[in-house]
């Protein structure tokens, strides 16, 4: 009989207490983190400079205990326990550090209750967890993590990603699933595309095969719905045209004027749904006009919104196509932006490209991001899935100084 070992059935353990748990690999001639300094005090520096093998930090469902480190056990023999600012918890072969006694105590109350084995991609983001530098969220990290943006990511609820430093890059490759406790393996990995880099100006872009993707965790509440039914008459019939419509969605950065930034959507819908986009935009011109905004087109392919103060605050237009090519229905929030190409995404793919430290600067990136991902010049992530499958492959990387 093969049995699990007793560190990997103490992480498993602390796998189900975690919302976010982070995997490093030994490194002792780095800086002393400030997590070693606070959790192991004056024994700390000792430790690190010897320290062996991998070793984790998580944050439990209970967000407010702040961060636990976690060592082998075997790390901290000979180590007094008065010598430790709070005693450690043991679990199988691994000690467990917490902020404070109370912490330590949630958590232990929380370690005797049954623990649901992992399955599925619980299981392989388990086995990636004993691989340095590897993260590993559940659907309240990634609240945590993304903030006010995370129904945006529905179909990332629950997955890990493993870093590997090469050069001034890091890779990235993991998977993620609409939900917690999904079984089915991830989908194959496509071709990787051409990469092609941001245009100067641009902040963030993101093309997939249709809207849903995206769409799903906002209209799924009620509170989003309802309004965009009553206001603007956007009913089931229309949310339908919106989630099957491929996009591409843009933030781009404007040095003067009174916004920080641009937003631009390009959809291409399919031919049969031409004439009810027609009909959906037309009939937002009398809601639109309620508001107080005044719309200056004359040609109904195209309007084009201004505030009170004369100032562009959005519009629409439909975008001729390229050669062999459809129609792209083009909507923006901001000043009109300039024509360009709709790039194309892989059949099945979501493809995110974003400046992570430019939008940082302007206070659009989440700020519970790692300083790694939000100093980094470029980040990119390409996320493969077959329809209707839950797990999505996701890989990519960061950049983290500019191309010259």
């Given at each position: 009989?093969?049995?699990?070992r007793?560190?990997?059935?103490g992480l498993?353990?602390?796998?189900?207490?975690?919302?976010?748990?982070?995997?490093?690999?030994?490194?002792?001639t780095?800086?002393?983190?400030?997590?070693w300094?606070?959790?192991?005090?004056?024994?700390?520096?000792?430790l690190?400079?010897?320290q062996?093998?991998i070793?984790?930090?998580?944050?439990?469902?209970?967000?407010?205990?702040?961060?636990?480190?976690?060592?082998p056990?075997v790390?901290?023999?000979?180590?007094?326990?008065?010598?430790?600012?709070?005693?450690?918890?043991?679990?199988?072969d691994?000690a467990v550090?917490?902020?404070?006694?109370?912490?330590?105590?949630?958590?232990?109350?929380?370690?005797?209750?049954?623990?649901?084995p992992?399955?599925?991609?619980?299981?392989?983001?388990?086995l990636q967890?004993?691989?340095p530098?590897?993260?590993?969220?559940?659907?309240?990290?990634?609240?945590?993590?993304?903030?006010?943006?995370?129904?945006?990511?529905?179909?990332?609820?629950?997955?890990?990603?493993?870093?590997?430093?090469r050069?001034?890059?890091?890779?990235?490759?993991?998977?993620?699933?609409?939900?917690?406790?999904?079984?089915?393996?991830?989908s194959?990995?496509?071709?990787?595309?051409?990469?092609?880099?941001?245009?100067?100006?641009?902040?963030?872009e993101?093309r997939?095969p249709?809207?849903?993707g995206?769409?799903?965790?906002?209209?799924?509440?009620?509170?989003?719905r309802?309004?965009?039914?009553?206001?603007?008459?956007?009913?089931?019939?229309q949310?339908?045209?919106?989630?099957?419509a491929?996009?591409?969605?843009?933030?781009?950065?404007?040095?003067?004027g009174?916004f920080?930034?641009?937003?631009?959507?390009?959809?291409?819908?399919a031919?049969r749904?031409?004439?009810?986009?027609?009909?959906?935009?037309a009939?937002?011109?009398?809601?639109?006009?309620?508001?107080?905004?005044?719309?200056?087109?004359?040609?109904?392919?195209?309007?084009n919104?201004?505030?009170?103060?004369?100032?562009v605050?959005?519009?629409?237009?439909?975008?001729?196509?390229?050669?062999?090519?459809?129609p792209t229905?083009?909507?923006?929030?901001g000043?009109?932006?300039?024509?360009?190409?709709?790039?194309?995404?892989?059949?099945?793919?979501f493809?995110?490209?974003a400046r992570?430290?430019?939008?940082?600067?302007?206070g659009l990136?989440?700020?519970?991001?790692?300083?790694?991902?939000?100093?980094?010049?470029q980040l990119?992530?390409?996320?493969?899935?077959?329809?209707?499958?839950?797990?999505?492959?996701?890989?990519?990387?960061?950049?983290?100084t500019r191309s010259?």
């Amino acid at each position: 009989l093969l049995w699990p070992r007793p560190q990997a059935q103490g992480l498993a353990r602390l796998f189900n207490q975690s919302q976010l748990i982070q995997s490093f690999g030994a490194a002792p001639t780095r800086p002393l983190p400030a997590l070693w300094r606070q959790r192991l005090g004056p024994v700390a520096a000792a430790l690190w400079s010897r320290q062996q093998g991998i070793w984790w930090q998580f944050w439990g469902a209970h967000g407010d205990a702040g961060a636990f480190l976690v060592l082998p056990a075997v790390s901290l023999s000979g180590i007094p326990t008065h010598r430790l600012p709070v005693a450690p918890l043991l679990v199988d072969d691994l000690a467990v550090l917490a902020a404070d006694p109370l912490s330590r105590q949630w958590l232990s109350d929380r370690l005797r209750t049954a623990m649901r084995p992992p399955r599925g991609l619980e299981e392989r983001c388990l086995l990636q967890l004993h691989r340095p530098q590897t993260v590993s969220w559940s659907p309240a990290g990634l609240g945590a993590l993304a903030g006010p943006v995370a129904p945006l990511l529905q179909r990332f609820q629950q997955g890990c990603l493993t870093l590997e430093l090469r050069g001034q890059t890091v890779d990235l490759s993991g998977e993620a699933a609409v939900a917690v406790g999904v079984l089915s393996p991830a989908s194959q990995a496509r071709p990787e595309p051409a990469s092609r880099p941001l245009m100067p100006g641009q902040l963030l872009e993101l093309r997939g095969p249709a809207l849903e993707g995206l769409l799903q965790g906002l209209l799924s509440r009620q509170l989003v719905r309802e309004p965009l039914a009553s206001r603007y008459a956007i009913a089931e019939p229309q949310l339908a045209l919106l989630r099957r419509a491929p996009f591409a969605l843009r933030l781009r950065e404007l040095p003067q004027g009174p916004f920080q930034a641009g937003l631009e959507l390009d959809l291409v819908p399919a031919a049969r749904d031409r004439q009810a986009w027609v009909r959906l935009l037309a009939a937002l011109r009398q809601p639109l006009l309620q508001q107080g905004l005044q719309d200056q087109g004359t040609n109904p392919q195209r309007s084009n919104w201004r505030d009170e103060q004369g100032r562009v605050v959005g519009g629409w237009f439909w975008r001729a196509p390229s050669a062999g090519g459809a129609p792209t229905l083009v909507l923006y929030l901001g000043p009109e932006p300039a024509s360009g190409a709709l790039p194309a995404a892989p059949a099945g793919a979501f493809v995110l490209q974003a400046r992570p430290s430019d939008l940082d600067r302007l206070g659009l990136w989440p700020a519970a991001f790692p300083p790694l991902v939000r100093r980094a010049a470029q980040l990119e992530v390409q996320a493969d899935a077959e329809p209707r499958q839950p797990v999505s492959r996701l890989r990519g990387g960061l950049a983290l100084t500019r191309s010259r």
